[in-house]
């Protein structure tokens, strides 16, 4: 997070994506759909922190509801400590 302060007063897991987080999401859910085409189809897997969550929930407004399989939130997967 490029503001250090925000780790001052709540705890990383619950930190929210910045300005440029949201839109290298936005990026992403594009390049994502744009890869995968009409008939690609995909799995998500996504750790508990807030910041994955609310990049998850952008990139699939990108893609087709019909493409995802699955999308699992995995408590194994987290930034480094």
């Known amino acids: 997070n490029i503001d250090e302060a925000a780790y001052v007063d709540t705890a990383d897991w619950c930190i929210n994506l910045t ?3 949201k839109q290298q999401a936005e990026d992403a859910g594009k390049c ?3 890869v995968i085409g009409d008939d ?3 799995v998500f897997y ?3 922190y ?3 969550r609310q990049t998850l929930d952008t ?3 990108y893609v087709k509801e019909e493409s995802i399989i699955s999308i699992r ?3 194994r997967i987290s930034e480094q400590q």
Request: aromatic share 4%.
């Open 19 to 21: 300005t440029k987080g």
């Open 32 to 34: 994502i759909r744009d």
């Open 40 to 42: 690609g189809k995909l």
């Open 46 to 48: 996504f750790s508990p």
């Open 50 to 52: 807030e910041r994955t």
């Open 59 to 61: 990139i699939t407004n």
């Open 73 to 75: 939130e995995e408590p």
